[in-house]
Each structure stands twice: as C-alpha cells, then as structure tokens.
C-alpha cells in the first residue's frame, strides 16, 4: 500500500485559505500535529481540524491537491522531480523548498475572500476568537466595525493592538476586490490621539463645507466670522457685541465660548454636554448662516431651532471618536423632542451669561420659545428592568463564566463586577466607571445590624450619597481585582474599582493610566471612562444573548438592554420589599415621586394576582347559584 503509485488524475482540487498554507508549511516542517492545530485552527470553524488523524487527512489531500496543480502548471523540470518522488515513495515528498515552488505553481488552489467569510477562516484562531466576541464574526462586518470606528477601531477589540491592525487593515484592503467593500482611508491611521491635534479653519458659508467641520477644540474661525476685531481694527466685531468694559479678557467668540465651558471644568458630564450643544451651534452659524455667533439675531435663532429636528445630512454621521476625520455634530438617528428642547435652554443659558459679563448686548434666545415636548407619564423608561428570573440567571451566568480559567475570564470578572455595581448598588453607568477604592469603606455590626460594605458616589448635581455593596458584589470586585495583580483587602492609596485589564502601548493610553510604584510597578491610575465601561456592560450582555439558554422573547428584551437598565432594575425589585425612602436615597432621587414610578412597574404582578382572585370570585358566585 505504501508503494502504490499515487493517482496523477485528481478531481478538481479545493480551495484552500491563507491559514491552510501555513499550516502545510508547518506539516512539511514535521510540526506536530497538535500544535498545527492548536496555532492555526479554530475546532468550531475547522471541524477538520478537530483530531490528529482528521487534520493529517486533510493536510495530505492539500498537499496531492496542490502536486496536481503543480504538475499540470508548473515547469517541466518540477514536474519531473515530482513524478520521481511519487514513483519512489507512493507520493511526492516536499521539502519547504520543493512546498514553496509548488504553492508558486498551483496559484489556482488559493480560496478568495469574501464578505461572508468568517474570520476564522482567514485569520488564527486568537484572532478571530476576539474579533467574533465582540460581535464581529465575518470579514464584511469588520469591514463595516473598521470604517464606524475610525482610526482607533481596534481600541474597541481587547489584546489586538496597533501593529496587529494595521495588519489586519491592510489585508482587507489588498483583497477589496473580492469583499467588494474596502477600509476607508483613516482607518490606516496608526494611533490619532498621539497625533498633533490639526487646527481646522471654517470658511463661509457656500459650497460643501463638510470635510471642514471639526469639534471646538480644532476649530480655528476666519477674522470675518470671529466675532472680533480683524487685523488693524477693521471692523468685524459681532454686531451684538457689548459696548463698554467687558469682564472677560475675550477677544472673539471662541475665547468667550471658552470662558463660559470653563466654568464647568469641574463637572465633566455638564461640560460634555455643553460642549456638544455650544460647538453645534457654531459650526452652523459658521457653515450654514454665514455668521459670527456674536451676530446671531432672533431669526438665526428660530432657524437654529428648525434645524436641530432635521439636521442636513451633512452635519450628521455615526458615532466616532472626535479626533477622525469622519466626526460629524450629529448622529443619524436626529435629536428627540426632549433633546431639543434642552439644547435650545442650554444655549439660553449661555447667551445669558455672556450677557451677564458683558460680552454680549442682549440674547436673542430669550426671544425663542421652547421646542413643543409630550410630558410623559412615565419619564423614566423603567420597563427595560428586567424580570427578576432573568436577573438572577444572567448573575449565575455570569458567575460561572468568571470561574473560567480560559482567556475571557478576566474580563467576565471584570464585567460582572460591572453589572453587579449597578444592579446591586444601583449605580449609574458614569457613577459605576468613576467608583474608587477609597470610596469604598468596612461597616462593622451595630446592635441587630449586620457588617456590611458601603460606597461613597457623587452623583448628578454633584450630590453625594452612600449606597449599599452586597456580598456577591464585594466578592466580584476581589477576584478582578486579583486579576489587575492587587488585593481589594490591602489597597494602594488610590485606585479604581474597576479598571481595564489590558492597556494600550501607547503614549496616550499610558499617560492614562499612571504608574505607582510601591515596591512594585502597579496599574491604578484611571480605570474606565463613562463609554469604555459601557462596553464592557455591553460586551457580556451580547454574549450572555447568544451563549445563554434563554426564550426568544428573552432574547428581544436584551438586544434592548443598555447599561442603566441595570439601575432600573434594582429599583424596581427593591421597591417590592424595602422601604420607598430607603430606595429613594440609595438611587439619589431628589424627590419620592420619581422613586414611586418604580412601584407601578409591578402592575404586571398587580394584574395578574386580580385576575387569580376574579377568577376565584366567578367559580364562587356559579357555585352559589347552583
């Protein structure tokens, strides 16, 4: 059997994957068959891979598939060689030498990708194992991820880091042809936030002015449409500039604009907040109206309003980060009444103050009404808490998922820490990202009172309260923290609750997230901002929807699942058995009335104990007339 001449005539021959080449290549070498396996295939896309003998299988018939392929298109003198090593041993013994000339002469047999391949097809198992948790399981759709993302797409995907996406870019784009979609161009940027930051100047109003829109801190405005004076005084100052001393050392808009953020420096979500509303404004007043912002006048302003419930397609795009190029005011999904109506007050409000400093006359915005809004009965959308069944499954889940010593451990601890912040404490997503350990303090027992931990936040308006910490929580937050190399017990002087595990080798990430030595090099700095968190919450509740055994409809209510439906959660199953004041100060609820909303989302059970008991009153009443 062994000396049998090999067939010369074989069928059309497979196609075979950049992965399975190298993995031929190893196989040649005398790799062992379990490490072939182990580096370059994935069990759950490669079933051939699934044993040795499988795998040996599916080598050798790659191999007899690319000899007949090098015999039938290759030169002479390898075909030669070729039939005399089959002659000899019963099939053609490659070296990597010989392997190399017969891949260059079977070309025909190499597959071509396309949008619907899965990435395990493409790339090595570790590869795609990541790519695929993050909701990322084709080529196409990394495509898609790349050019949503931007520049910093592989920021979002744990342990890919830079060199490897950029590798990973350029692949897509040398085989665009075959996808039929490409990587746009600044996805090639290597690391944007190391990058100096380009100033971009706005131009009048005309043609396109799309590219040209940037956030406030790249913005540098033409002398005409400053709001100041020009060079040597000619003349372009606002016409709703005030005369007279001005208390701000302003020389144009953007200095007083400036000013007027900087009163929020130290309450980072309103100074998000109006940021996006101030920068929104400008950059229409600049690109559409052609006008300073100190020009504005109540017509600029009722045109404004009109525009913030349809933006033009311009000024909108998805969600980016601010320094790509692709940033856009606006997403595509518009502003929602409520969102209108707080942008026009916010902006009132700051025309208020640069009036009340004397940088402008008067504010036109006092003349403009509120968006029209429908007072809902509800304001909080509190029937995305989920049931309590669920809950307490997904808690398990996620627990058992933690106990694993396999690659996504880590960060299964991290995240249930994460979902336990919230859905234990009720702690808001931003509330749960900025918890520090020294926040956190030992109760000891008082009298019938148990020893319990409890938690320090500074909540919305700069309010601070203290929320409890539950025992499963304590319990999460220990093992992450054993993962970061620290013990939750014996804590440094400062550091975050919950921190991301694996830290860019970037000089921005790294100035970031600052060293402390003490003894020993140790990771606390920072831990996660408000969106990196929400990832992480996002991240393992995408996963618990496609791994956990759950009903469709279950299902339909976690692919609308967001972070703070956690919150809403522990608010409406504790209002079933605790004290309403009790849940009122751990949620920071100014008032009780918002908290009693939380009472109503148990209406379901309501109904459903009625219908029991109608129905137990309509068999007594047949009974009694019979």
């Known amino acids: 059997m062994a000396n049998r001449p090999q067939q010369l005539t074989l069928p059309p021959p497979r196609s075979y994957t950049r992965t399975d080449f190298t993995a031929l290549r190893a196989f040649v070498q005398r790799v062992p068959l379990p490490t072939i396996a182990r580096l370059y295939f994935d069990p759950d ?30 030169s002479s003198v390898l075909a030669d060689h070729l039939k005399a090593s089959i002659r000899n041993h019963g099939s053609a013994k490659l070296t990597a ?3 190399r000339m017969v891949e260059q002469a079977s070309r025909l047999a190499a597959a071509t990708p396309v949008a619907a391949h899965p990435v395990g097809l493409w790339f090595r198992p570790l590869v795609a194992r990541r790519l695929v948790e993050e909701g990322i399981p084709t080529l196409g759709a990394l495509v898609d991820f790349c050019n949503r993302r931007g520049g910093s797409w592989w920021r979002a995907v744990p342990r890919i880091g830079v060199l490897r996406a950029q590798v990973l870019v350029a692949w897509l784009r040398r085989h665009a042809g075959t996808l039929g979609v490409t990587v746009t161009d600044d996805v090639g940027l290597a690391d944007p936030l190391e990058a100096p930051a380009a100033r971009v100047a706005l131009l009048p109003a005309g043609a396109d002015r799309a590219s040209e829109l940037a956030p406030l801190e790249r913005v540098a405005l033409p002398h005409a449409l400053s709001g100041g004076e020009g060079p040597q005084g000619n003349g372009t100052r606002g016409i709703n500039r005030a005369p007279g001393l001005c208390y701000l050392q302003a020389q144009h808009d953007l200095d007083a604009v400036r000013a007027w953020l900087h009163r929020y420096r130290d309450r980072p979500q309103a100074l998000r907040a109006y940021t996006r509303e101030v920068e929104r404004l400008l950059l229409w007043a600049v690109t559409v109206r052609g006008t300073a912002l100190s020009s504005l006048t109540v017509d600029d302003c009722e045109a404004y309003k009109d525009f913030l419930a349809v933006p033009s397609a311009a000024f909108t795009g998805p969600r980016t980060r601010r320094d790509s190029p692709r940033w856009r005011p606006f997403t595509p999904d518009g502003l929602s009444p409520d969102s209108q109506r707080y942008a026009v007050r916010a902006l009132r409000a700051a025309f208020d103050w640069l009036v009340d400093v004397h940088y402008l006359a008067g504010n036109p915005w006092q003349a403009v009404s509120d968006p029209v809004t429908v007072t809902r009965a509800h304001a909080m959308r509190i029937e995305r808490a989920l049931p309590l069944d669920l809950w307490a499954r997904m808690r398990r889940f996620a627990e058992d998922c933690g106990a694993s010593s396999g690659p996504t451990g880590p960060r299964w601890r991290a995240a249930r820490a994460a979902l336990l912040l919230m859905g234990d404490s009720g702690l808001r997503n931003t509330e749960a990202a900025l918890a520090r350990r020294e926040q956190l303090r030992y109760v ?5 009172v148990p020893p319990s931990w409890e938690l320090e936040v500074v909540g919305k308006g700069r309010k601070q309260r203290i929320v409890p910490v539950s025992g499963a929580c304590l319990e999460a937050l220990s093992a992450h923290w054993r993962d970061r190399g620290l013990d939750l017990a014996a804590p ?13 080798a970037t000089v921005a990430a790294q100035r970031r997230h600052a060293y402390a030595r003490d003894g020993q090099e140790q ?3 920072v831990g996660y901002s408000g969106n990196g968190f929400r990832e992480l919450v996002n991240w393992a509740v995408r996963q618990i929807r496609t791994q956990m055994d759950l009903t469709e409809d279950e299902r339909r209510r976690l692919a609308s699942t967001t972070p703070h439906a956690f919150r809403h959660t522990f608010g409406t199953q504790a209002a079933v058995d605790v004290p309403l004041d009790v849940v009122q100060q751990v949620l920071g609820h100014a008032s009780l009335q918002t908290t009693t909303i939380y009472v109503q989302a148990e209406r379901k059970r309501v109904r459903r104990e009625l219908a029991g008991y109608y129905q137990r009153m309509t068999g007594a009443d047949a009974s009694r007339s019979e």
């Open 492 to 504: 440094p002087p400062s550091a975050p609750l919950v921190a991301p595990l694996v830290i860019p």
């Open 97 to 99: 030498v010989t392997l």
């Open 523 to 525: 990771k606390v700095g």
């Open 45 to 74: 896309t490669a079933p051939h891979a699934a044993g040795a003998d499988a795998l040996e299988r599916y080598l050798r018939t790659m191999r007899d598939d690319l000899v007949q392929l090098a015999l039938l298109h290759g």
């Open 444 to 448: 000891p027992p008082d009298s019938e």
